[in-house]
């Protein structure tokens, strides 16, 4: 059976404010959790004012939770907007 996955991406600027929070979800394989099921997520590249943010270099966050096994994953990347 294929287990749902809970995806939460959260961007900050480095000086660490919220700029944006994504949740979606995603079907696992069941093997493990792999950061990699981000890519179903898109981005717009805007703010949760919906305001586009300004080029610089954001940290995000991403959390990859799996319904079946409550299992969590959590990894934090730079992120640079040219």
Do not use: A, C, H, M
């Amino acid at each position: 059976s294929s287990e749902i996955l809970n995806i939460s991406i959260q961007i900050f600027t480095v000086s660490g404010k919220l700029v944006r929070t994504l949740n979606g979800q995603s079907t696992g394989s069941g093997s493990q959790l792999s950061p990699s099921t981000s890519r179903d997520i898109i981005w717009d590249g805007r703010d949760d004012f919906g305001d586009k943010i300004g080029k610089g270099t954001y940290i995000y966050k991403l959390k990859v939770q799996s319904t079946l096994t409550n299992d969590t994953v959590e990894k934090i990347e730079k992120l640079v907007i040219l």
